[in-house]
């Protein structure tokens, strides 16, 4: 029962690439699927957001517009379509899958202690300028 993530690797600024999730083991019934990055030295924050409850996506301010998050629910797959990549979009990405109440989604989908029960094992993005 894990989780796979992959599809990162160095593009130059203001391409694209897409992140892929896989669950193994489980399906994204009822769970929230998060993506995660961390930058060197700093911490961990949420990027985007899917409920498989009810469908909502949430972004953080400084991927809107350009990241998007969409699943394939036959292949237990989430990607993450990120577009005009900026150095700044640099990191690790990590994904992660939580079943949280729907009502809390919006408040709580960034905080990743939120997440104990699935991480995938980061997968490396890295955007020259």
């Known amino acids: 029962v894990q989780l796979q993530a992959s599809g990162g690797g160095l593009v130059q600024a203001g391409g694209s690439l897409r992140l892929s999730c896989t669950a193994s083991g489980f399906t994204f019934d009822h769970y929230t699927i998060t993506w995660f990055r961390q930058a060197p030295g700093r911490e961990r924050e949420g990027v985007s957001c899917?409920?498989?409850?009810?469908?909502?996506?949430y972004y953080a301010d400084s991927v809107k517009g350009r990241f998007t998050i969409s699943s394939d629910n036959a292949k237990r797959t989430v990607f993450l379509q990120m577009n005009s990549l900026k150095s700044e979009d640099t990191a690790v990405y990590y994904c992660?899958?939580?079943?949280?109440?729907?009502?809390?989604?919006?408040?709580?989908?960034?905080?990743?202690?939120?997440?104990?029960?699935?991480w995938g094992q980061g997968t490396l993005v890295t955007v020259s300028s």
């Open positions: 899917l409920s498989s409850t009810d469908g909502s996506t």
């Open positions: 992660a899958a939580e079943r949280i109440p729907p009502t809390l989604v919006q408040a709580t989908w960034r905080d990743p202690r939120v997440y104990t029960n699935f």
